[in-house]
């Protein structure tokens, strides 16, 4: 019996050694990991196995995104067969999807590596980025990683948690809007590097696992930290590819960045309904029908064309999104508020201002004019939509260019001589709403986008709008023409001009039904070109309601 116990003690050892045998040997699907007496990435897994003291732990469940840098330990690439890998770090982002396996102890791991910062300005391919697939050995937190290079396999975990994960979502979609067109991303890759080192490598990865300690309140989601090496020798065993790399990436909360997301659309939804309430205030302080006529109709055709496009493209995020579909729908739906009923309403009342015959013209005239102004409306929105896709690489001078909306109403207003038409809450709330979107996008460092922050051109497109809205309240408060030379000016008909005593006209101001005493300063009434005279006071309010003759009904020339 006591040789029967040895024996079995034995057999439960070889077996256990068997199958840790197994593990390490060629999986089904995945190509073999270098078998050399010691490599970098063996010396590294070594080392750090011994610090770790690994045992029987539980299992980690490492799927997920990770964010952190890579660099290469030799300062810079010495390899001669990629040269283009002359940075000496930069960025990175791990895409992980694991599955247990028949093997206890053993995940399987999918996923992706996105290299920033890899190649010189020159190949103009931005980062690099390789699909892996290999083992998590989670009793020693060892990763091991191979290049998948377009393999044809089961990728269907990777597909589900990436079409679910809405870092990864968000990632592209402001990708393909902020940074580069689908069209632009296809030919950069063709002409990569990293398909040619695909070809001629085999790169390994060789990672340890741990846990990380966040300072953030991240509630009960643990965090996990990786540590690796990455080599890449090449497939005739002629050396290395490039030098190795050292690889440090920590787990990013998923949940932080979902509220990341969720307060930019509260943000959206605020300064939504705050436009909402200076519209109402301008479309109070110009209705009149001479005080809509004195807008610019092109100044709000361009900016309920950027609301239709902000309201366009919150409503795709919530489409590609499904779990922020409700946060970004109600920031949609609020910018379909303000442009499809408030602005494109005031856009219609300044028409009509404009064209005051066309009324009188009957319905079918007006019918007319009217499809003709709502065709070249969306005709510009669908137009404008096809130029941003066809100059995509310009998107920020595009911007700029859009929030130019103040030039149309400052030419107007030099234009016609026109006294106030915005009020000063308009113009000063309008200008810093507008800012709130783009300052986030390419202000904020750490935006929800992952949109690469410009300080330059933040500081550029506030300075832009600054200087537009203080010509728009200089005119305000000192004259439409105050900065534009009097050589400049056409000559302007004076309403104090002296009158002419030899030409019979009426002495009693009809808009007030009182006896103009002609004795008084020439400053208290006016005259008209049609020799009426008024009140100085009486015609300016009637001004601001018609621009005609109270006596004759005539066309008035800007006061």
Known sequence: MNNLGNFGVWGLGFFSLSIWFAVLQQANGLRPIRETARSWGDEWLFAKKEKSGAGPFSAWNITGTYRGTWKFLDTVNSSSKFPDFRKESGNSVIELVTSPTKITG??????????????????????????????YIWPFRQLRLVANSGKKGDSGLEDDYLLSNPYHLLGIFSSQVFQESPRDRILKQKTSPIYEMEKHCNIEIAAQISQSASSENNGDKDRYHIEGLMESPAVDDDGDCFSPLSLNATSINVEVYYNKAVNYTLMVTFVSFLQVLLLIRQMEHSNTQSGAAKV???????????????????????????????????????????????????????????????????????????SFLYSRFYGILLGGILLMYEFHNYMRPILLLMYSFWIPQIVANVVRDSRKPLHPYYILGMTVTRLAIPLYVFGCPKNFMRVEPSKAWCVSLCAFMGFQ????????????????????????????????????????????MTTIDLRHRINDCMVTPCEHIFHSGCLQKWMDIKMECPTCRRPLPPA
């Open 106 to 135: 053993v995940h399987y791991v999918q996923g992706a590596v996105v290299f920033h910062d890899v190649f010189d300005n020159e190949h103009n391919v931005g980062g690099a980025q390789i699909k892996v697939e290999g083992v």
């Open 296 to 370: 610019s109709i092109v100044m709000i055709g361009q900016q309920a064309i950027m609301d239709s496009y902000l309201c366009l493209l919150h409503l795709t995020a919530g489409i590609l999104v499904e779990s922020l579909f409700n946060a970004f729908a109600t920031a949609a739906f609020f910018k379909f508020v303000v442009f499809s009923i408030f602005e494109m309403r005031y856009l219609l009342s300044i028409w009509k201002a404009t064209r005051p015959s066309t009324s009188g013209e009957g319905w079918e005239t007006m019918r007319r004019e009217l």
């Open 469 to 512: 809205a203080a010509v728009l309240l200089l005119q305000h408060y000192f004259g439409s023409r105050c900065f534009v030379p009097r050589k400049m000016l056409p000559e302007k008909y004076s309403y104090y001009r002296r009158l002419d005593h030899n030409v019979n006209r009426s002495r009693d101001c009809v808009i007030c």
